[in-house]
């Protein structure tokens, strides 16, 4: 289909484009690569009065290395983390992650700002951020905040951003060379939207350990702390001690009743884990 | 309509369109270069895929608009590639095509899999190549054609090394000066309110017939303190109800107690305003009854059903109230092609919760909350940002409680 008529601006500073969202009189949508939105508007599922375009805003297509963390703009795609673009704080998690989202062509113009922004529990940004412990540097007109990604994601399709507010970066913090990360997408076919997400990280030197499990109906859970899911021994070898029947009962908590969708997304936790472990 | 300027093909061109214009069209409409071909138009097949600064991407979640000074190559623009040629040759050869729709999107695809995987074997080839899809599932000799051209690359030393763009952001971005001052949206005509008139006549008549079958289903119950005699006699004032239900803008109850109004929806990229009218049917001394609402959405043409049964059950030693709540729901139009039950179920959950809480506030004599500020007068849409708060930091909360042992 075709999408429904709207108008098209292209910002040249965030505050340009801050001021076009925050117009009360119309609908205004951001635009960065467009392969969420693309879709929605030519299903007509969104019909926005407005496109802002935020993919010329320099300050969104920087990345660089910022003291223990890694900035990167919002508008950097998924293809040039895949490439390896960008400096590599994560022992690799960044790029491979990058690698498995959808297609080669829709990773060239979709944006991982883009895709944290989107708020689609099955996208790969939305479980793999929180997991790794990115903030979100939001922007809006005149100020500037810092919030953790997780935070930031209020709902499915939701991200807590204020009228006139953009989602201008992300702060991702440098691993230990030791950390060790896993990640796993179960797909039925490959690039699809996900039907179980499991990402896990672990770095013992800086303290730091996450699991997420997404591609659920509803955001990502997010495990800051992995006593639940990893016995009374959290400080030494988590991923040996692991319960599944925690990681179930989480599951069901959080409103997977059909036990073999609980059953995939513990596969895809355990091999999550696994890979973290090798 | 938009003044665009790109290079397509190696030629300088400029054209006005209209903004909403897809790549793939402007390529194929204005520029007649027909043979990208477009096939799913969301992003899925691949047929319409071209290269856009050297890259390959969907023409058709691509607008033109957004390609400015960009170097976009349609599979025409491929003729004296030496890539392109060998894979023609080789697609040939292996019987690569049989009704050609997917071909065009094909060879870009294949192009970029042999520049950027010299050594690949089978298995990467149809991992890199899932994005396209071949209506006449002729596969096999589509991978044989491409495994063919990197071996004989392989052979002669002719794999020229890929090099990354250097550019960060989406392809196609980035090359022209920003144009916001020339916005001039105006809200679209569509979102006027129609006449309370006209709403009427839409959505009266015979109810079964006057919208789409309610085929999807879910149950829920809602724990709601005070006694079920008052929640009961909450139920009986529908606008009171209709208050507590984020959304939802009662403009008329006519004689038989029927209710016209508005009930306005925004899911992330998707907002809707249902025009309609909902009956609340009692049976009274049984506690449960049973709402009926049908709406339209002026803008998306989408049509909406819904039955909503519902009973109360004594909870709580008589001091709460529990709500079963069973509700069918049909949807037809745009909006109907959202086919992510999961997050429609998560939608209604937080609405649900959000509509307990108001009726709590309400039965203790507070004015149900609505979102944003305009209290009391539930002309608000269902902004998920002020109404999840609620359910999801609760939801979080409750893992992290139980995380640090505090649950």
């Known amino acids: 289909m075709k999408p429904a008529p709207f108008e098209y601006a292209r910002a040249g500073s965030i505050k340009e484009a801050s001021e076009l969202l925050a117009r009360d009189d119309i609908t205004a949508r951001i635009l960065a690569g467009g392969q969420s939105l693309g879709p929605m508007l030519n299903l007509r ?36 983390v895949e490439d390896g ?47 790794l412990g990115a903030r979100a540097v939001v922007q809006g007109a005149n100020d500037k905040r ?91 070898k988590p991923f040996d001690t692991y319960r599944p029947e925690e990681a179930d009962r989480m599951l069901t908590d959080a409103g997977v009743r059909d036990p073999l969708k609980r059953q995939v997304h513990m ?12 | 309509m938009k003044k665009i300027s790109l290079t397509v093909n190696g030629q300088s061109v400029t054209a006005d369109i209209p903004a909403r214009t897809q790549l793939a069209d402007f390529l194929r409409d204005n520029q007649l270069l027909t043979g990208t071909h477009i096939g799913c138009e969301h992003g899925i097949c691949g047929a319409c895929t071209v290269m856009i600064d050297g890259a390959p ?21 491929l003729d004296d590639d030496p890539i392109a040629e060998e894979l023609r040759r080789a697609f040939q050869e292996q019987h690569g095509l049989q009704c050609g729709y997917c071909t065009p999107g094909m060879m870009v695809t294949a192009r970029d899999i042999v520049r950027r995987f010299p050594d690949a ?46 550019e960060l952001g989406p392809v196609g971005s980035g090359h022209a000066a920003a144009n916001a001052a020339e916005a001039v949206a105006k809200p679209a005509e569509a979102v006027k309110p129609v006449a309370t008139k006209a709403r009427k006549s839409a959505a009266s008549g015979d109810k079964a017939a006057s919208g789409p079958r309610p085929l999807n289903e879910m149950q829920r119950s809602l724990r709601i303190s005070g006694p079920r005699e008052q929640v009961w006699e909450q139920f009986e004032d529908i606008a009171a109800l209709a208050r507590c239900m984020p959304g939802a803008h009662v403009s008329e109850i006519d004689e038989a107690g029927r209710m016209i109004g508005v009930m306005r929806v925004k899911f992330g990229p998707i907002s809707a305003a249902f025009d309609g009218e909902a009956d609340n049917e009692r049976v009274e001394d049984a506690y449960r009854g049973k709402l009926f609402g049908t709406g339209r959405d002026q803008r998306t043409g989408t049509r909406v059903t819904a039955e909503v049964d519902y009973a109360l059950h004594e909870a709580d030693g008589g001091g709460a109230t529990d709500v079963a709540i069973s509700v069918r729901y049909g949807l037809s139009g745009a909006l109907a092609q959202f086919a ?4 429609v179920e ?5 609405l649900a919760q959000q509509f307990a809480g108001n009726l709590e506030r309400m039965l203790s004599g507070e004015q149900p909350a609505t979102g944003d500020g305009d209290a009391g007068n539930a002309g608000n849409d269902v902004n998920a940002v002020s109404l999840v708060l609620g359910v999801l930091g609760a939801r979080l909360r409750r893992f992290f409680n139980r995380l640090l042992g505090r649950g």
């Open chain 2, 57 to 77: 991407a969907r023409s058709c979640i691509t607008y033109a608009v957004a390609c400015e000074g960009a170097e976009v190559t349609t599979v025409e623009g």
């Open chain 1, 45 to 80: 599922l969104a019909q926005p009065d407005l496109l802002v375009d935020i993919t010329g805003i320099p300050d969104l297509v920087a990345a660089e290395r910022d003291g223990d963390s890694l900035y990167l703009g919002a508008c950097v795609s998924h293809a040039n």
């Open chain 2, 346 to 350: 998560d939608f209604a959950d937080r």
């Open chain 1, 85 to 131: 673009r960008i400096p590599d704080v994560t022992n690799g998690a960044l790029a491979e992650v990058a690698r498995g989202i959808a297609y080669r062509a829709v990773r060239n113009r979709g944006t991982i700002g883009g895709s944290l922004a989107h708020c689609d529990p099955a996208a790969d940004w939305p479980c793999v951020l929180p997991a």
């Open chain 1, 146 to 236: 810092e919030v953790a990604v997780e935070e930031l994601m209020q709902a499915p399709f939701e991200p807590g951003l204020e009228p006139g507010e953009i989602l201008a970066g992300l702060r991702i913090p440098a691993m230990s060379p030791d950390a060790r990360w896993g990640y796993y997408k179960y797909c039925r076919k490959t690039g699809e939207f996900a039907e179980a997400i499991a990402a896990v990280a672990w770095d013992p030197a800086r303290g730091f350990a996450r699991i997420v499990i997404g591609a659920l109906d509803t955001l990502p859970i997010v495990l800051g702390d992995n006593e639940r899911l990893f016995g009374d021994t959290p400080e030494r």
């Open chain 2, 340 to 343: 992510r039950g999961g997050l």
């Open chain 2, 121 to 166: 074997d089978e298995t990467r080839i149809r991992h890199e190549l899932s994005g396209n899809l071949c209506r006449c599932t002729g596969y096999v000799g589509i991978v044989r054609a491409i495994r063919q051209v990197i071996e004989a690359r392989r052979r002669n030393g002719a794999s020229d090394g890929f090099t990354a763009r250097s």
């Open chain 1, 267 to 278: 596969v895809a936790l355990r091999r999550a884990l696994e890979f973290a472990s090798a």
